[in-house]
């Protein structure tokens, strides 16, 4: 017995030294030395800093980190020639003083003469969160970080997860934003040299195809310059997939949210997500192309939100509002028989007033022409059923002695229980008024008439009957009388 106890504490030893120490964010150690991926070698800190790093396949994992970089360092440097991923996990927290939280080896070196060529991934797993923030933005003379909390990357992309950043975020490449959520501030952030602070800046393209985007700038929310060299790509924004949330206001007084083509032509192409523009949308050199939105709101904005430069060739083109569910509407009315309702006029003049050509940003009223067709489809009102049947059987028994009856309240309760105002389809009920009524006439007794003086004639074998007894009475009289004489 004893044998056995030892063995089974001995047992859960075992397992308890397989299951991994639980780390809570409040036992990861602050970090405030750069953490220089660019010289790192593989180490794995994640149960005591809140990092591990694979030089190998430049995965850097972060869960709970703290880093807390003063002065003009960076929390974390990184090399733009390579292809970096970010996996991030629980609650981390990544503050700089006075430089990029996430800051490239090249300083914008390179950015020019476009020989960048990595990209910087950010992932978040488990419902992770990455938080960024720069607390104090550069001064003039200071590196060119200009309050940005990820500066001099290439080409970006964020999948997952949840960041916010307190400060832009700068580019020289292509951001990629197809997941997670993205809030961005620096609605009372300055630089020190050109005063604000622009959300995301890049030279190539913004592209969102997906998640909830949300930036409040003290500039533009979105800036693409087109300055690349080496840059082919005619789009500089596109957003396009369906259910992403694009948030963009600015405290700048143009009013713009998006701005592209200073320096190349730059298309701006929309193509889904719920957009909400709390500013102008804009090109210098380029089209903007709208071809679809889930919604579009529009606020702080005087008249048409989309403008384009005066550059020759430079236009606006809508895409042609959505008619899909109008036709849906005017298919289910055309599928109805108009002969079964009173009066079908109101369908057709909802149906004959469609007007088609509207485009995109007039959505809302071929919205309300389809609104406007069910509308009068559901006050239509169905013809009445046929009720004669019924008026012929209350007729019928109108015309009884309810005396004569043993009990007639069968037939009231059969007429009182009739109900109008039925329409076509329930004809069988209102047929079934009429049986009722038929049936509890059917159902009739006379009263019994023995006993009671009856003056009508008599014929048939009644009569006869009685005629036997007068016979067999006046005979009895005739007997009586012959026997009194032959007596006397």
Not at 69 to 86: L, M, R
Not at 324 to 338: C, F, G, M, R
Not at 356 to 382: F, P
Not at 410 to 439: S, T
């Amino acid at each position: 017995m004893l044998n056995k106890k030892i063995f089974i504490i001995l047992f859960l030893i075992f397992l308890f030294c397989l299951v991994p120490t639980l780390v809570s964010a409040e036992d990861i150690e602050k970090q405030t030395t750069t953490l220089d991926l660019t010289i790192q070698g593989t180490e794995d800190n994640l149960s005591t800093k809140g990092w591990k790093w694979d030089a190998d396949t430049k995965i850097l994992t972060l869960k709970n980190a703290n880093f807390e970089a003063h002065g003009t360092d960076p929390c974390i440097k990184f090399s733009t020639g390579d292809n970096i991923t970010v996996v991030f996990e629980g609650e981390n927290t990544l503050v700089s003083e006075k430089n990029a939280v996430f800051r490239g080896d090249d300083v914008i070196k390179t950015a020019i003469d476009g020989t960048e060529t990595g990209t910087l991934t950010f992932k978040g797993s488990n419902g992770g969160t990455l938080n960024l923030a720069v607390t104090e933005s550069n001064s003039a003379g200071g590196t060119g970080n200009l309050g940005n909390t990820i500066f001099d990357v290439h080409n970006l992309n964020f999948e997952s997860g949840t960041i916010n950043s307190r400060g832009g975020i700068f580019s020289d490449g292509i951001v990629t934003i197809n997941g997670g959520n993205i809030n961005i501030d620096t609605e009372d952030m300055t630089d020190g040299m050109s005063g604000a602070v622009v959300g995301i800046y890049t030279m190539i393209q913004v592209k969102i195809t997906g998640g909830n985007v949300d930036i409040k700038s003290s500039d533009l929310a979105i800036q693409v310059t087109g300055l690349q060299v080496e840059d082919n790509v005619q789009d500089g924004i596109i957003i396009s997939g369906s259910g992403g949330n694009i948030s963009l206001s600015t405290q700048a007084s143009n009013q713009l949210v998006i701005a592209t083509g200073s320096f190349k032509n730059k298309n701006i192409v929309i193509d889904g997500g719920n957009l909400t523009f709390e500013g102008y949308v804009y090109t210098k050199q380029g089209d903007i192309k709208v071809n679809h939105f889930d919604s579009l709101n529009t606020n702080n904005v005087v008249n048409e939100v989309f403008k384009v430069g005066e550059q020759p060739g430079n236009e606006i083109l809508y895409g042609d509002a959505d008619y899909s569910k109008v036709e849906e509407a005017i298919a289910t009315a055309n599928k109805l028989n108009k002969s079964d309702y009173k009066d079908f006029s109101a369908v057709e003049v909802a149906i004959n007033a469609v007007i088609r050509d509207k485009n995109i940003l007039e959505q809302s009223e071929v919205d309300e022409m389809e609104k406007a067709i069910y509308d009068a489809i559901n006050t239509l009102v169905y013809v009445d059923a046929d009720y004669s049947k019924v008026e012929e059987a209350i007729a019928i028994a109108n015309k009884l002695n309810k005396d004569d009856y043993k009990d007639f309240s069968a037939v009231e309760k059969a007429i009182a229980a009739v109900v109008r105002g039925k329409n076509f389809l329930e004809q069988e009920d209102v047929d079934a008024m009429e049986k009722a009524i038929y049936d509890a006439i059917g159902s009739l007794e006379l009263k019994d008439k023995i006993g009671e003086l009856d003056d009508t004639p008599k014929t048939g074998v009644e009569d006869l009957s009685n005629i036997v007894v007068m016979i067999v009475v006046m005979a009895l009289a005739g007997i009586g009388i012959l026997s009194k004489k032959t007596i006397d």
